[in-house]
């Protein structure tokens, strides 16, 4: 599965190259963010300034695609990356997904609790007088 990663910096990695890619994934929104990005094949080691806490997805790819963006006021790194592992180039949707199920459950749980839902304790039965 092929994963396109945008950046903002200029990274001139060619064709072929293995990389290692982190990801900070998002808590509120779900959506991941490159951290870190090492090519394995020459060592160079591409980091952002700031280090986010939270959860950190990583997995390794082979670059299909490069193409930096430059004369703008931001340089721009685009990579089109060919991941090793399926199940790790699906991390982040399979997060996303999560995210929205967690999301799903949360609005039903609300509902049920809105309708009366089942987790209340029935009422205690009056004393009986003989």
């Not at 080691?45 to 490069?66: A, P």
């Amino acid at each position: 599965m092929d994963r396109r990663l945008v950046v903002q910096a200029q990274l001139a990695i060619p064709n072929g190259h293995r990389i290692d890619v982190t990801e900070h994934l998002d808590d509120a929104t779900g959506e991941a963010s490159v951290l870190s990005i090492v090519d394995l094949d020459t060592g160079v080691r591409y980091r952002r300034i700031d280090e986010l806490r939270g959860e950190i997805l990583r997995w390794v790819g082979r670059v299909v695609e490069c193409t930096v963006t430059i004369g703008a006021p931001v340089a721009r790194t685009t990579l089109l990356v060919a991941t090793d592992d399926e199940s790790a180039g699906r991390g982040a949707e399979a997060r996303t997904a999560l995210h929205g199920a967690d999301a799903a459950v949360d609005a039903a749980k609300a509902e049920a609790d809105r309708w009366g839902g089942g987790d209340r304790l029935p009422e205690p039965e009056p004393e009986r007088f003989w």
